[in-house]
Structures are given as structure tokens and as C-alpha cells.
């Protein structure tokens, strides 16, 4: 079992940063890739990074160029840097993490505000 604790998130206005962090603990070594996904009442929660034990990352196209994900293995975190945020960056953030099996594991999220 694999357990994930967001935090970071919060209230900004537009153009503005936020750095989100995801301290994993339980059996780390059985991960994969860890990534980031958001989710917006009432639609389906999207991808937005992802990275791979070796450094590999993908992001979602309108992210792109603004956001920026990274790990720390030793210390078994990940964090999502995110900048010029808009409106539409509004969403409860979620981390997730998944196992060599394909075992997906989800924290509690952190809500990102963007607002004037």
C-alpha cells in the first residue's frame, strides 16, 4: 500500500505561482511513475503530469511550458510547480502514484484557486 498527502494548494490571482507538494510513504519502491491530475465539479478528473523513475515527463498540452513536475526520490516526494496560472487552473489537485502492477493510488487532494 501506497499512501499519498497533498499540500500547496490555495488561493492566487492570475499570473501568479503555486507549488504543490505529494509526500509518499508506505511501499514507495513499488511505484512507478507519479503524476498529477485536477478535477472541476461536476467533470471527469485530467491528467496533467506525470513522471517516470527515470526522469521522463509528460504534460497536458494547456499546461505545458507553465507547469512543471519533479521528484525527489530520496525523500519520496513529488511536486508540481505551477506557473502564470489562470482562471482555468481552478481544481482540486490529486496525486497520484502507480505501481510496477498498475495499482493506482490517490491522496485527498488540495484545492487551487485562481481568481482577481
Known amino acids: 500500500q501506497v499512501q499519498l498527502v497533498e499540500s500547496g494548494g490555495g488561493l492566487v490571482q492570475p499570473g501568479e505561482s503555486l507549488r504543490l507538494s505529494c509526500a509518499a510513504s508506505?511501499?514507495?519502491?513499488?511505484?512507478?511513475?507519479m503524476a498529477w491530475y485536477r478535477q472541476v465539479p461536476g467533470k471527469q478528473r485530467e491528467f496533467v503530469a506525470r513522471?517516470?523513475?527515470?526522469?521522463?515527463?509528460n504534460y497536458a498540452n494547456s499546461v505545458k511550458g507553465r507547469f512543471t513536475i519533479s521528484m525527489n526520490n530520496a525523500a519520496n516526494m513529488v511536486y508540481l510547480q505551477m506557473n502564470s496560472l489562470r482562471h482555468e487552473d481552478t481544481a482540486v489537485y490529486f496525486c497520484?502514484?502507480?505501481?510496477?502492477?498498475?495499482?493506482?493510488?490517490w491522496g485527498q487532494g488540495t484545492q487551487v484557486t485562481v481568481s482577481s
Open positions: 513522471i517516470y523513475r527515470d526522469g521522463g515527463t
Open positions: 508506505g511501499s514507495t519502491a513499488s511505484i512507478g511513475v
Open positions: 497520484n502514484a502507480r505501481s510496477w502492477r498498475a495499482t493506482d493510488y
